[in-house]
């Protein structure tokens, strides 16, 4: 059995897809990068120019998450500017960023 990084849930061994919240499931490499908030902008247009993401979640430096943008986001370039209009509002408020970058392994 696998569990599912998202809800907990324990899946067959092939599946590809969590069977209670539909997540993928499958290896997974998460990275995680600290940046001040006059730099998030920046660091996350960078991240997802790269194009291998599947998952890119902004959390304040109490470890609340802030913002989640999954992988399509970064493909429609219209749907990316109320992320990046939301992020120029975090940035607002916290001083110190964690980005973690989930990538297919």
Not at 40 to 67: A, Q, Y
Not at 77 to 90: F, H, K, N, R, S
């Amino acid at each position: 059995m696998v569990k599912c990084e998202r809800c907990g849930a324990e899946s067959a061994e092939s599946a590809r897809f969590c069977s209670n919240c539909g997540a993928a499931i499958g290896k997974a490499v998460k990275e995680e990068y600290t940046v001040s908030s006059d730099d998030l902008i920046g660091e996350v247009k960078r991240l997802l120019h790269e194009g291998n993401i599947t998952r890119l979640i902004v959390k304040d430096e109490t470890g609340k998450v802030l913002l989640e943008i999954p992988v399509w986001a970064g493909i429609v370039g219209a749907v990316l500017a109320p992320w990046l209009a939301a992020l120029g509002a975090i940035a607002a408020v916290a001083t110190k960023c964690t980005i973690t970058v989930v990538r297919k392994a």
